[in-house]
């Protein structure tokens, strides 16, 4: 592969029919040249609509991290970027990916946070999730991280953990090198925000992050975010997971 095909995109999904199509009609507009759409089997119509435009479509059940680890599996491209499926990217993604991995030298990286819309709220909290990103080295999966495919490897992909295994990722990846920032920006929908409140869902966030710092077993945490009437799609915990206190390792 050429390094203009270099990059495999991969979008675990889970009840995402509506949000998906405008996320890969991006990438395709762009020239992605392989898009791997991982379902979690929702049962809505996401697998058709990724159908419609991904290279690969899979189904593989058992929370976000395996999804990510089977499309990465099937992946070909030497950098692996994860994107979620309400989440945009910008039309130079491959150039700013390709800044962070060839030209400085990086393991891994993510875009800056951003929020679609003009709310000047988006704004402020686009510039909290950039400070969290850029000093304790801490983007989310909604920044859409990438990674060399070999320091993926290494690490053995993303654990099996029931929540959080972003996080966790990114905080045992500075055990193989540096991750940055690329200049752009992925921007995200701010359905959450618009559905459950700012301020209650920044505070869901922080609350749940301090939790995850704290030690607290993620399958509570995973309950308590997803608790019933949340309106949040709720990726399965199997019953091995529930039972384990199984916590992240400090960096």
Known sequence: ?????????????????????????????TGVEE???????????????ASRHATHVLVVQGGRGAQCNAGAAQATGRILCFLHADTTLPDDW?????????????????FRFGLAGDRWTWRIIEAGANLRSRWLGLPYG????????????????FRPLPFMEDVDWVRRLRRYGPLELARGRARTSPRR??????VGTTLRN?????????????????????RPG????????????AASDERPSPS
């Open 142 to 157: 909604d920044q859409a991280l990438f990674v060399r495919r070999d320091v993926f490897a290494a690490m053995g992909g």
């Open 206 to 226: 922080n609350i749940v992050l301090l939790g995850y710092f704290l030690g607290i077993d993620l399958s509570t945490l995973h309950r308590w975010y997803f």
């Open 35 to 49: 898009c791997l759409v991982v379902d979690g089997g929702g049962g809505d119509a996401t697998v058709e609509v």
């Open 193 to 198: 925000w618009e559905r459950d409140g700012v």
């Open 1 to 29: 592969m050429t390094s203009e095909a270099a990059i495999s995109i991969i979008i675990p999904t889970l009840g995402e029919e509506t949000a998906l199509e405008a996320c890969l009609k991006g990438l395709v507009a």
């Open 94 to 110: 491959r150039k700013q990916i390709l800044e962070v991995i060839d030209h400085r030298g990086c393991v891994a990286g993510a």
């Open 230 to 241: 949340s309106g949040r799609a709720t990726p399965p915990l199997r019953s091995s997971e």
